[in-house]
């Protein structure tokens, strides 16, 4: 096995690793449950050796480096440290996305997230989304492994599911419904910023099992159960921290013993965060004595990893960056397996491994194949050291959404390369890892052909995936409109908008649609025909526009009247795009992505500039044609609050286009639409 090489900054010394085990071992000897110190009990009889027990630790938004282990020597992880040192760690190990329920919704299935349909975060229920894992879809690890005599278990936080009322197991995407047979500890309502001492807001339901109980340590006490009642059946077991999530709260003992260590007030040490993992550290020793005591450890692999990069950039170094990007420190992950009967000990591994390995892996252990449209390959050769270790040709990301300032963008890597692609423009970043780590140096214009040999390769994924409506060519049109206004206005209804009172007025005029008003006024003009069938293009050409002193605002998709309506927005005095979703008179605005990091780069002031909106369904994709051909804006799904899947729904809405002035007129060249 090829051993990992690291800058000085980034290599943590065996003798450091050791040091932290034999720091965990004493700890558990003296503060330890009483489960340490019972005598190791035997494998119960008729349970086959050859079906090993799979629990995987995931903690939340927790850096690459933040364990000893990984060489932080101000966070205490000697629980970890221990399986680390008796175990393998992995040095190039990923996310399979930058953010949470995607990185979930590929450990659930082995699967690339864009190819199950969650590629963000999924927001609550009052968001105009209504995205799930559907196990129509999918095949889980719960499902394969429970083909193989394994009970399944999830204890912690599922995030899999944008619905939080009704019935937990009639809810779209629920753990049940995907084969899981024991579920404990599980979110009931939207966990918000987190929540981690009793009462939790988001399990409200939910009893506490000793006072002033605090939810992490809560999560250990319900995995001792859980091992303890199946023990003498194979079982996969998913324990999923809530911690240590976006809301930093600690116990205050473990707070106080950090804030009063040196260093304590300096970056990158964050004392909330070193308290809240220690409170994890604390909860994998006690999986790992849990398993001891009912003789399982020699027949149970444990891992223990995270769900993405660390919030905190700074904390991040030397790695490049954070949650919710694909550069490194956004998706790189640590990644510990330990298990004296499988795992090979004391050995650092460079093998680059993912979130999507995590199903093969343990359907290999169970004795069986992965399905063959599951994306990871199983790393079993390398934990064991038994078998030849099969390598995938690359490994991608694709993350289309915006959060914080973050863009649209998806990645590949090749070998030590690694391509970043913006989904706006196709602008490229290439970096060689092995001398990079910290992404520092783009070297598309140097290595050219490198660069779009790796484009290439990403792109045809992409395509692969098929995430979002693509741009609005002139291919597979059908029933094309095109409106020029030369004539009146007779065949349209000219629909008002509240927005503050004031009559707008429209006219034709030399082939132009203009809408002015005394006031603040936002009129729409519905065309008397719509879309039939789910996919269609509505283009808007505003041809010249005046000065952008005051707000002039233009609109096009589609409207039932001036309290329904989907429409694209482009503001010209901000050079701003973005969406409005209208329904029933009220303004649906839950759960939108900051698009506003946008502002000043689309500019419409060129007579041959455009947008468009282009829909699929309940998924639509914003588009600008700047002069250079059209480029991708941003994407949305409005399927929880307007279908238009639905023939029922879409004979409702016709095409429409529109303005918002403010004391203002707007000229409007014309607009087109089409099916396809």
């Known amino acids: 096995m090829t051993q990992t090489t690291l800058p000085p900054t980034m290599r943590t010394s065996r003798r450091t690793v050791l040091a932290g085990a034999a720091l965990g071992t004493a700890v558990a000897a003296v503060s330890g449950p009483a489960a340490a110190a019972a005598p190791q009990r035997r494998r119960p009889r008729g349970r086959p050796r050859n079906r090993p027990n799979v629990i995987v630790v995931s903690i939340d938004d927790l850096g690459w480096d933040e364990m000893g282990c990984y060489g932080n020597d101000f966070n205490e992880t000697p629980e970890i440290d221990r399986l680390a040192a008796e175990g393998t760690r992995f040095t190039q190990a990923y996310a399979a996305a930058p953010l949470c329920s995607p990185t979930r919704a590929a450990l659930v299935t082995g699967c690339y997230p864009g190819r199950v349909g969650v590629t963000d975060f999924l927001r609550p229920e009052t968001a105009v989304s209504d995205n799930h894992l559907d196990d129509r879809r999918t095949t889980s690890i719960a499902e394969l492994l429970g083909k193989r005599g394994y009970t399944s278990g999830l204890i912690g936080k599922w995030h899999l599911t944008e619905t939080y009322s009704g019935p937990y197991r009639d809810r779209p995407g629920n753990p049940y419904a995907h084969g899981f047979d024991d579920v404990r500890v599980s979110e009931e309502l939207y966990i918000a910023g987190?929540?981690?001492?009793?009462?939790?807001?988001?399990?409200?339901?939910?009893?506490?099992?000793?006072?002033?109980?605090?939810?992490?340590?809560?999560?250990?006490?319900?995995?001792?159960?859980?091992?303890a009642v199946h023990r003498d059946e194979p079982f996969f077991l998913h324990v999923s921290n809530y911690a240590v999530h976006t809301d930093l709260v600690a116990r205050p003992e473990l707070l106080?013993?950090?804030?009063?260590?040196?260093?304590?007030?300096?970056?990158?040490?964050?004392?909330?965060?070193?308290?809240?993992?220690?409170?994890?550290?604390?909860?994998?020793?006690?999986?790992?004595?849990?398993?001891?005591?009912?003789?399982?450890?020699?027949?149970?692999?444990?891992?223990?990893?995270?769900?993405?990069?660390?919030?905190?950039?700074?904390?991040?170094?030397?790695?490049?960056?954070?949650?919710?990007?694909?550069?490194?420190?956004?998706?790189?992950?640590?990644?510990?397996?330990?298990?004296?009967?499988?795992?090979?000990?004391?050995?650092?591994?460079?093998?680059?491994?993912?979130?999507?390995d995590l199903l093969p892996t343990a359907l290999d252990l169970a004795g069986g194949p992965a399905p063959k449209d599951v994306d990871g390959i199983s790393v079993v050769p390398t934990l064991t050291g038994r078998g030849r270790q099969r390598a995938r040709e690359a490994t991608y990301w694709a993350y289309p959404h915006f959060i914080g300032g973050t863009r649209p963008h998806a990645a590949v890597r090749v070998g030590d390369e690694k391509l970043v692609m913006f989904l706006r423009d196709g602008a490229t970043e290439l970096y060689d890892l092995a001398d990079d780590p910290g992404e520092s140096r783009n070297l598309a214009g140097q290595r050219p052909e490198v660069a779009a040999r790796l484009r290439r390769l990403l792109e045809a994924h992409l395509a692969e995936l098929d995430l979002y409506p693509g741009a609005p060519t002139a291919e597979r049109r059908r029933d094309e409109l095109s409106e020029t206004f030369d004539g009146d206005l007779a065949d349209y209804t000219l629909a008002a908008v509240p927005s503050g009172g004031a009559a707008a007025r429209a006219v034709t005029e030399g082939g132009r649609l203009r809408v002015s008003a005394d006031g603040a006024a936002h009129l729409l003009a519905v065309a008397p025909r719509g879309p039939r069938r789910e996919e269609f293009v509505v283009e808007l050409d505003p041809g010249p526009l005046p000065g952008a002193a005051r707000e002039r605002t233009l609109f096009a998709g589609v409207a039932k009247d001036g309290d329904n309506y989907l429409l694209l927005r482009y503001r010209h005095d901000l050079r701003r795009v973005g969406w409005d979703l209208r329904v029933g008179g009220r303004l649906e605005t839950g759960g939108t992505e900051p698009t506003t990091v946008l502002d000043g780069s689309v500019d419409l002031d060129d007579d041959a500039a455009r947008i468009a909106l282009v829909v699929r369904g309940a998924q639509a994709a914003a588009y600008a044609d700047l002069g250079k051909g059209w480029e991708f804006l941003f994407r949305l799904d409005v399927a929880g609050a307007l279908d238009l899947r639905r023939d029922d729904v879409r004979r409702d809405y016709r095409y429409a286009v529109g303005a918002r002035v403010n004391g203002t007129a707007v000229d409007i060249d014309g607009f087109r639409a089409w099916e396809r």
């Open 256 to 356: 106080a013993k950090y804030e009063a260590k040196p260093g304590a007030d300096r970056a990158p040490n964050r004392p909330v965060l070193a308290a809240m993992l220690e409170s994890v550290d604390t909860q994998v020793g006690r999986i790992r004595r849990a398993l001891e005591a009912q003789g399982l450890a020699e027949d149970t692999l444990l891992l223990v990893t995270s769900d993405n990069g660390g919030q905190s950039r700074p904390a991040n170094a030397p790695l490049r960056g954070g949650k919710g990007e694909l550069y490194e420190g956004g998706i790189r992950v640590p990644l510990v397996a330990w298990g004296p009967g499988l795992v090979r000990a004391g050995q650092d591994v460079n093998h680059l491994t993912s979130t999507i």
């Open 194 to 227: 987190g929540d981690y001492t009793h009462p939790y807001f988001f399990m409200p339901n939910l009893p506490a099992r000793e006072p002033g109980e605090y939810l992490t340590d809560r999560l250990a006490a319900e995995v001792e159960d859980f091992v």
